[in-house]
Nanobody, 124 residues
Framework: QVQLVESGGGLVQPGGSLRLSCAAS????????MGWFRQPPGKEREFVAA????????YYADSVKGRFTISRDNAKNTLYLQMNSLKPEDTAVYYC?????????????????WGQGTQVTVSS
């Protein structure tokens, strides 16, 4: 089992940047593919980005491609999401998730463990 704790959310102006972190504890972090999802106010949870066990393969939602970067540091048991050129529509609770497989996927239901979420608000 793995425990996930997100941090780094906050209030930022449009065009600004934030970096989210997800600290993992428990079983070997490198055994898990990881993902970021978000839930905007009044909407369902949606896929943002995913990364395989080594960091060699990454996947992005079209809405964030070119603006967000997912990465991981297996030595530090930490997942990151660098968010640049933020827009008001990026406002959401952001969740990290772990999948008991080395291959990343974009479907929330295929992830086994979830963090508690961190709020990101993009507003002037």
């Amino acid at each position: 089992q793995v425990q996930l704790v997100e941090s780094g959310g906050g209030l930022v102006q449009p065009g600004g940047s934030l970096r989210l972190s997800c600290a993992a504890s428990g079983r070997s972090f490198r055994s898990y593919a990881m993902g970021w999802f978000r839930q905007p106010p009044g909407k369902e949870r949606e896929f943002v980005a995913a990364i395989n066990w080594s960091g060699g393969s990454t996947y992005y939602a079209d809405s964030v491609k070119g603006r967000f970067t997912i990465s991981r540091d297996n030595a530090k048991n930490t997942l990151y999401l660098q968010m640049n050129s933020l827009k008001p529509e990026d406002t959401a609770v952001y969740y990290c998730a772990a999948r008991s497989d080395i291959m990343a996927v974009t479907t929330a239901g295929r992830y086994d463990y979830w963090g508690q979420g961190t709020q990101v608000t993009v507003s002037s």
